[in-house]
């Protein structure tokens, strides 16, 4: 059964960055896409990156595009989220999701994902 636990989230200034990092544990754990999904207070879950189970696709939300990169590192079953340029409303919890698609090359934004982390608190504010 796969296992996701995030670490990473903060404090940080507008302008700021921070670099998120999710841990997969579980049998065939590297073929899963990994997606981060991200809350605010009162708002729906929004879909934010995604990376393919081969690795070769990356997805983002248009709010992040050219400010978050997401990565993956196979050898030691990490996936990162790189965000950058932060503002006050990328303030929100970010969850890390996995999924197994048929198709290794799918990475889509939207919450399908049948596996979750716990969610780590990112919060940007002066």
């Known amino acids: 059964q796969l296992h996701l636990v995030e670490s990473g989230g903060g404090l940080v200034e507008p302008g700021g960055s921070l670099r998120l990092s999710c841990a997969a544990s579980g049998f065939g754990s590297n073929f899963y896409a990994i997606a981060w999904v991200r809350q605010a207070p009162g708002k729906e879950r929004e879909g934010v990156s995604c990376?393919?189970?081969?690795?070769?696709?990356?997805n983002y939300a248009d709010s992040v595009k050219g400010r978050f990169t997401i990565s993956r590192d196979k050898s030691r079953n990490m996936v990162y989220l790189q965000m950058n340029s932060l503002k006050p409303e990328d303030t929100a919890v970010y969850y890390c999701a996995a999924e197994l698609f048929a198709d290794s090359s799918d990475a889509p934004l939207s919450p399908i994902f049948g596996t979750w982390g716990q969610g780590t608190q990112v919060t940007v504010s002066s």
């Open positions: 990376i393919s189970g081969s690795g070769d696709t990356t």
